[in-house]
């Protein structure tokens, strides 16, 4: 198994171009998760979703959407990107019906915006 | 509001020495898990224990060992013998009562462990 992988690992965008980032999960979960880290910070969360067709904010949506089409792909837009949103971008997955099951992370998106 | 703290934001020790990184976790939810999670210099982050607020029983695994006290909120980790492929940034990261899907975590404790 794969377990979650994520696509770009790297990317350099400028000011106002958009992009999506791919997370992809082969174990069945039915969570997913997008984080953010920032150099001397912990993860944070900007969304989430607890199954196939549905999404919900976390801590710091703002200038993203995403998108669960399917149960094993979560994806993370950019519809204009900023200086700000400059970061490594982790994808994260759970199991199961109860929400304490631990979450396994990708290997993670380093995001650089000029 | 919840806040999790991770007062030590750098540690060195020497290899074989034992460890303590520190979690303290405030909330007034009586139910939570939380979770301790590790980040090598590679930059993965691998899930490393889950315990519930309501069981403070410590854990033992191999060098690792945790110790939860409810009255004080802490939930301390420690590593016995240190060695070098210890060094990471560990992060302790409660996931909140009934219902809840957030990990809020904290900033993480960076250990260094030298030869």
């Known amino acids: 198994n794969a377990g979650v992988t994520q696509t770009p690992k790297f990317r350099v965008l400028k000011t106002g171009q958009s992009m999506t980032l791919l997370c992809a999960q082969d174990?069945?979960?039915?969570?997913m998760y997008w984080y953010r880290q920032d150099p001397g910070m912990g993860l944070r969360l900007i969304h989430y979703?607890?199954?196939?067709?549905?999404?919900a904010k976390g801590e710091v949506p703002d200038g993203y959407n995403v998108s669960r089409l399917k149960k094993q792909n979560f994806l993370l837009g950019l519809e204009s990107a900023a200086p700000s949103q400059t970061s490594v971008y982790f994808c994260?997955?759970?199991?199961?019906?109860?929400?304490?099951?631990?979450?396994?992370f990708g290997p993670g998106t380093r995001l650089t915006v000029l | 509001a919840q806040k999790v703290t991770q007062a030590q934001t750098e540690i060195s020790v020497v290899e074989k020495e034992d460890v303590t990184l520190d979690c303290v976790y405030e909330?007034?939810?009586?139910?939570?898990?939380l979770f301790w999670y590790k980040q090598p210099p590679s930059g993965e982050l691998v899930f490393l224990i889950r315990?519930?607020?309501?069981?403070?029983q410590n854990e033992i695994s191999g060098r690792y060992s945790w110790n939860f006290q409810k009255s004080t909120s802490s939930f301390n980790f420690t590593i016995t013998a240190s060695q070098v492929v210890d060094s990471a940034v560990y992060f302790c990261?409660?996931?909140?009562?009934?219902?809840?899907?957030?990990?809020?975590f904290g900033k993480g404790t960076k250990l260094s462990v030298i030869p």
């Open positions: 174990m069945n979960h039915e969570y």
């Open positions: 909330t007034r939810d009586t139910t939570y898990y």
């Open positions: 979703s607890v199954g196939e067709g549905t999404t």
């Open positions: 315990r519930n607020s309501f069981d403070e």
């Open positions: 990261a409660p996931l909140g009562g009934a219902g809840s899907y957030q990990l809020t």
């Open positions: 994260a997955s759970s199991y199961g019906v109860s929400s304490y099951n631990e979450q396994f």
